[in-house]
């Protein structure tokens, strides 16, 4: 069996010390263009590929950063960890990814086996953890440095990236209440949930501000389960005129049982999402939302994270940070217009 080429190999070749070749593996700016020609020329004869194994024991720095949503599933979680690892290959880290299925002990151990792995940096979208303590905050995460997305850690040293979870549910529920509508429904996940919490007190603000009665279900992510919920929802005697669905996933569920219910928004019933989805504007009619800038907000975390690895790697300590992104109302039909006084 041949001989893997070295890097040695690469720089006798080219004519230039192992000390250029390195420079050029590492993009430095050092080296002269006529060198650095020379040595991608020899890189290509030779097939040489760094032993990145290698190269990390002598820098101490792995260059992988850790990905932990709850499930990849959705596609908020999954458009974040997308653009989280667009950003990683820009600054020439590879990613390892995992989910934690809203399981705080999956959650620890994913986390444990990334640290093992030698990441340098976490992003996590934290799973349900009711009012226990994370178990993030224990060993052996102590000296990680760790952004916590779209939900927080509360207690700990984590910077925190959220949105404006309560304002959001409350300026999608105000453009209901706007059209007339009197009867809406606020259909969210476990209150357990940061972002349900949240995004049910805006609804509550928004309805007590008019003194309207709130009416909150909680529904799973299981979608027949959603179905049987809203046909008994829509069998009684006050059947709500609108609905306020507190993510995606539900949206896609709701929109799903009303279709077997042969229930087309706008009418007999209202509509409003909370996070966009691709779909949304070309259903018919198209969905209104609350829209999130999930985009922004997966580059946003992993700046983040490659901020406080850079300074840390010049010996600043920054402190813990919160940022909160902005969201806005995309208006569409599954409204309608305002309704007749009753």
């Known amino acids: 069996m041949a001989r893997a080429s070295r890097m040695t190999d690469v720089a006798e070749m080219a004519g230039v010390s192992t000390m250029t070749v390195s420079r050029v593996l590492n993009a430095h700016s050092s080296v002269s263009d006529e060198a650095r020609r020379k040595v991608l020329a020899a890189i290509e004869r030779l097939r040489y590929q760094p032993n990145e194994l290698a190269r990390s024991l002598r820098e101490r720095r792995s260059r992988q950063i850790g990905i932990l949503v709850p499930y990849v599933s959705d596609p908020f979680f999954a458009t974040c960890?997308?653009?989280?690892?667009?950003?990683?290959?820009?600054?020439?880290?590879?990613?390892?990814?995992?989910?934690?299925?809203?399981?705080?002990?999956?959650?620890?151990?994913?986390?444990?086996?990334?640290?093992?792995?030698?990441?340098?940096?976490?992003?996590?979208?934290?799973?349900?953890?009711?009012?226990?303590?994370?178990?993030?905050?224990?060993?052996?995460?102590?000296?990680?440095?760790?952004?916590?997305?779209?939900?927080?850690?509360?207690?700990?040293?984590?910077?925190?990236?959220?949105?404006?979870?309560?304002?959001?549910?409350?300026?999608?529920?105000?453009?209901?209440?706007?059209?007339?509508?009197?009867?809406?429904?606020?259909?969210?996940?476990?209150?357990?949930?940061?972002?349900m919490r949240m995004r049910e007190h805006g609804y509550r603000s928004a309805m007590q501000s008019s003194r309207l009665s709130p009416r909150v279900l909680e529904l799973s992510t299981c979608q027949e389960s959603t179905r049987l919920i809203l046909l008994k929802l829509f069998s009684g005697k006050a059947r709500p005129t609108a609905l306020l669905c507190a993510n995606n996933l539900l949206t896609r569920h709701v929109l799903h049982a009303m279709q077997t219910m042969n229930l087309h928004p706008p009418d007999p019933v209202a509509l409003v999402g909370f996070d966009d989805f691709d779909t949304a504007e070309l259903m018919r009619p198209g969905i209104t939302t609350v829209r999130q800038p999930e985009e922004v907000l997966g580059r946003t975390a992993a700046e983040m994270l490659f901020e406080r690895l850079t300074a840390e790697a010049h010996g600043i300590q920054l402190p813990p940070r919160e940022v909160i992104m902005p969201v806005d109302l995309v208006v569409r039909g599954s409204c309608g217009t305002k309704i007749p006084a009753v």
């Open 81 to 195: 960890a997308d653009e989280i690892s667009t950003v990683a290959k820009q600054h020439s880290y590879s990613v390892v990814l995992a989910t934690s299925n809203e399981d705080p002990a999956v959650e620890f151990y994913e986390a444990s086996r990334m640290v093992r792995r030698n990441i340098e940096g976490l992003v996590v979208i934290p799973a349900r953890n009711g009012k226990a303590r994370s178990l993030l905050l224990g060993h052996p995460f102590e000296r990680l440095p760790v952004i916590a997305l779209d939900r927080p850690i509360k207690g700990g040293r984590f910077d925190r990236l959220l949105v404006e979870n309560e304002r959001g549910a409350r300026i999608g529920t105000d453009h209901l209440i706007s059209l007339g509508h009197k009867r809406i429904a606020f259909l969210g996940l476990s209150l357990e949930l940061y972002t």
